[in-house]
């Protein structure tokens, strides 16, 4: 059973590009959660979603960033005009439905490291 | 926001020495759970805890979840360089949001 999967695993772009940060979560699991990890700090809560809806983006910066998870394919999280403060590590986790969900236990993929020059 | 302070935050000791990290807030989580974070990697979950009080063993890891289910420890046993790594707790809102509070992590070195 595949883990949680994330690509690219590294991405650099420069000022003012886009970036696209894919996420396929585990076999099983309808819940995607997109955190972001500032060097030696802890992982930040961006926004969470379902299959074609976002539940909570409360973490989300209200530009420039988006996420969706559609009903095929993985969930996206894009950043448009990319700052330099835009670079950390990205990670995502899934969960499986609310009905199975466990004391809010996520599985992390490896995450994408985002430079930005 | 709920925050979540380890200590410490760096940590480096000799292999089989003890140690003991720290997850404190000042705010109630309906569970917590510890992960470990090797470089270039995403955190891997060690450990839930939920309810106030609860130890729960693994190997030679001891977590301890505070009786007011604010703070949290995790005791480590005779280190081992394999040990070495960045300790994360995490917080789950007693709201029933669905999103966890990460601590500020504590990176520990085993020196062999």
């Known amino acids: 059973n595949a883990g949680v999967m994330q690509n690219p695993r590294h991405l650099v772009r420069r000022r003012g590009q886009e970036a696209r940060l894919r996420c396929s979560p585990m076999?099983?699991?309808?819940?995607v959660y997109w955190y972001r990890q500032l060097p030696e700090e802890g992982l930040k809560f961006m926004v969470y979603l379902q299959k074609e809806n976002i539940i909570d983006e409360s973490g989300m910066p209200k530009e420039r960033f988006s996420a969706e998870f559609p009903k095929e394919g993985p969930s996206i999280l894009r950043i448009q005009q990319v700052v330099r403060g835009d670079s950390a590590a990205y990670f995502c986790?899934?969960?499986?439905?609310?009905?199975?969900?466990?004391?809010?236990?996520?599985?992390f993929g490896p995450g994408t490291r985002l430079t930005v020059l | 926001t709920q925050l979540l302070e380890q200590s410490p935050q760096f940590l480096s000791i000799q292999e089989g020495e003890n140690l003991t990290v720290y997850c404190n807030s000042s705010?109630?989580?309906?569970?917590l759970q510890w992960y470990r974070q090797e470089p270039g990697e995403g955190p891997v979950l060690l450990v839930t805890?939920?309810?106030?009080?609860e130890v729960k063993k693994l190997k030679r890891l001891t977590f301890q979840f505070g009786d007011a289910r604010k703070d949290s420890s995790l005791h480590i046993t005779a280190a081992q360089t394999g040990d070495t790594g960045l300790y994360l707790c995490?917080?789950?809102?007693?709201?029933?949001?669905?999103?966890?509070?990460f601590g500020t992590g504590t990176r520990l070195t085993v020196i062999p």
């Open positions: 805890v939920v309810t106030g009080g």
């Open positions: 705010s109630v989580f309906s569970s």
């Open positions: 995490a917080g789950a809102p007693p709201t029933g949001a669905n999103n966890l509070f």
């Open positions: 076999k099983g699991h309808s819940h």
């Open positions: 986790a899934s969960s499986p439905s609310n009905r199975k969900v466990k004391n809010n236990e996520q599985f």
